[in-house]
């Protein structure tokens, strides 16, 4: 049963060799566009956003250190 199977894919007619034209297949400056456009953006994106986290970072230690200096003049006060 296995040979007759082989023996069938064998005699099977072969698929025909696709011609493309290499000038539909490429980009073209539209797509080197494209392509530009969207690297802007992702670095714009990735700019903006250690921009934001180190903002949030700053004020976090800003906000713990004001946090430990009232601390600080509580335990002060009560003494």
């Known amino acids: ?18 011609t493309v034209d290499p000038d ?20 714009l994106l990735v700019w903006d956003m250690m921009r934001r986290i180190r903002r949030a970072r700053i004020r976090g230690e800003i906000a713990e250190q004001l946090d430990a200096e009232e601390r600080m003049r509580d335990g002060d006060g009560a003494s």
């Open 1 to 18: 049963m296995h040979h007759a199977l082989a023996t069938l894919v064998a005699a099977a007619t072969p698929s025909p060799v696709p």
């Open 24 to 43: 539909l297949v490429t980009p073209g400056p539209v797509g080197f566009a494209v392509i530009a456009f969207i690297a802007l953006a992702v670095v």
